[in-house]
């Protein structure tokens, strides 16, 4: 066999899982609607009355874009660049203070599915579209420092979600030879095209949090489960299905 053959062949040889890029808020903790509380409160304090058209059309974008860098939503709903570093501001403070009662939980079966995934030899990242003060009080609640390989924020990449720039800075961080050895799992159209984007070979949806199973699909989940608890089964019988 050449040596453009085996080349030919290699690439046709489905990649084993090295790495799960995995998103934090409706995938593997929930706060119990505390982001939208957060952001009517930094809405609220920027002049837009709420229960106005005007508010429940910006809530309604916010909404619709969960997972998005949270910089990037206020960045899109207010045209003044200070105004929208102000509603940031204020948003991941409003955000600390509500976490601080308890409220964020570990989604059931999260914490066990992160370290299946870790000791059968996978790497995990726990991605965000908070800022990195923010992602890090929420890791501190639940006693998650450490938990996984690596934790990235839009800043710690460039630009957060829908754009792929997370993902590709987990594989370069993390010493992948190859985006399709990477799993991406979210709740959230954006986290599916961000995988899309990046070229990794699983994209996983859940149903824990923002968005259904047809949103999910149509931004390019490759399968949907009812929670993270189930990805353990789902990459045992992928690897499986390579051996």
């Known amino acids: 066999m050449t040596g453009d053959a085996l080349t030919r062949d290699a690439s046709l040889t489905p990649n084993r899982l090295r790495l799960a890029v995995v998103d934090m808020v409706g995938t593997t903790i929930t706060d119990?609607?505390?982001t939208e509380r957060a952001m009517c409160r930094a809405l609220a304090e920027h002049g837009v009355e709420p229960g106005s058209t005007r508010f429940e059309s910006m809530l309604g974008y916010a909404r619709d874009t969960m997972g998005f860098s949270k910089m990037t939503v206020f960045s899109h709903l207010f045209e003044d660049a200070a105004v929208a570093g102000s509603a940031n501001k204020v948003f991941e403070k409003a955000y600390d203070e509500l976490i601080d009662d308890g409220g964020v939980r570990a989604i059931p079966g999260a914490e066990d599915a992160i370290l299946w995934m870790r000791d059968s030899?996978?790497?995990?990242?726990?991605?965000?579209?908070?800022?990195r003060h923010t992602q890090n009080m929420v890791l501190e609640s639940?006693?998650?420092?450490?938990?996984?390989?690596?934790?990235?924020?839009?800043?710690?990449?460039?630009?957060?979600?829908?754009?792929?720039?997370?993902?590709?800075?987990?594989?370069?961080?993390?010493?992948?030879?190859d985006v399709r050895e990477v799993a991406v799992v979210g709740d959230t159209s954006s986290d599916m095209l961000s995988g899309v984007r990046s070229g990794a070979s699983l994209i996983a949806g859940v149903l824990t949090?923002?968005?259904?199973?047809?949103?999910?699909?149509a931004a390019g989940?490759?399968?949907v489960v009812d929670s993270i608890k189930q990805l353990p089964l789902l990459v045992?019988?992928?690897e499986a299905r390579h051996l």
Not at 121 to 131: P, R, S
Not at 209 to 217: D, F, I, K, M, V
């Open 221 to 223: 989940a490759s399968v």
């Open 121 to 131: 030899g996978m790497q995990v990242c726990l991605a965000t579209g908070f800022g």
């Open 236 to 238: 045992e019988k992928r």
């Open 209 to 217: 949090g923002s968005h259904s199973e047809a949103t999910l699909r």
């Open 32 to 34: 119990d609607g505390r």
């Open 142 to 177: 639940l006693g998650w420092m450490g938990l996984a390989d690596l934790s990235l924020c839009p800043a710690d990449a460039g630009r957060g979600r829908p754009y792929p720039d997370m993902i590709l800075t987990a594989v370069l961080a993390l010493d992948l030879d």
